[in-house]
């Protein structure tokens, strides 16, 4: 976490954020987020909630097939109160795998539902003239564990420079439920956690972000290596300009 961080501070900076961001744009009715039940979704989706009251905030709860934690979900819409709708992908994903009729590498079957569920979170928000709010940490971003045009596809995004440490401080500072602030981070497509699948901990990304190094040579590398490979993922898709 970075020396000086301040919780109520940031909280208070973020949701004058969120209302000046819509004040310039006043076609938008309000927010949809994509509600996983993670930490990430519930700490954005309460600062939505803060800073532009319930009634225009819509949350957006996408399965593909049985999602084991979906009530997780379900507490976090009801907690806040916001409106929601319960998309099941699972249909549109098999037709899609079948029309494909190819082997696909897990790698491309696991980034298919991100993609989905972002035509879905987009195609609600377009019929409701709302903008589509992000809910990607710093520090995933920073070693590329996010699926392009998937997760990492959004309007605004209020947490997308704070580190996994930062957004579980807002959490905190917010008082919202501990088991859903501190839940382990899973991209609920892989069945692993997302540590296990980087293989290091977010708070070496952390580290390394902060100081250069996690203090560890090996770790170092890996999470260098993981930020230059996916540099394509943290810029606009570059153009040939005449």
């Known amino acids: ?36 039940g993670g930490k990430d979704s519930t700490i954005v989706a309460k ?7 319930k009634e225009r905030v819509f949350g957006v709860l996408i399965p593909n ?11 976090v819409v009801e907690l806040l109160g916001i409106n929601y709708k319960v998309v099941n992908i699972e249909k549109a994903y098999k037709g899609l795998l079948e029309e494909i009729g190819e082997d696909l590498s897990e790698d491309a079957r696991i ?12 195609a609600i928000a377009a019929n409701l003239h709302y903008r589509v709010c ?40 917010f008082g919202l439920p501990e088991d859903l602030v501190h839940k382990t981070p899973s991209d609920g497509l892989s069945g692993k956690s997302d540590e296990e699948k ?14 250069g190094t996690c203090g560890d040579e090996e770790i170092d590398e890996k999470i260098r290596l993981k930020n230059q490979y996916n540099k394509h ?4 898709p570059p153009k040939y300009e005449v």
């Open 233 to 236: 993922k943290r810029a606009l």
């Open 111 to 122: 980034n298919i539902p991100p993609r989905l569920r972002m035509t879905t979170v987009y």
């Open 47 to 53: 600062l939505l909630v803060e800073a532009l009251g």
């Open 198 to 211: 980087l293989g290091f901990t977010y708070k070496q990304i952390n580290e390394y972000i902060e100081n």
């Open 65 to 75: 097939g049985e999602q084991k934690d979906i009530g997780d979900s379900l507490r």
């Open 134 to 173: 992000g809910t990607g940490n710093k520090s995933e971003a920073f070693v590329g564990y996010t699926t392009k045009w998937g997760d990492s596809a959004y309007d605004f995004n209020p947490i997308g420079d704070l580190t996994t440490e930062e957004v579980v401080a807002i959490g905190d500072y």
């Open 1 to 36: 976490m970075r020396k000086g961080f301040n919780a109520e501070k940031i909280c208070e900076e973020i949701i004058a954020w969120i209302r000046d961001y819509f004040k310039a744009q006043p076609s938008a009715k309000g927010a949809v987020i994509g509600v996983s």
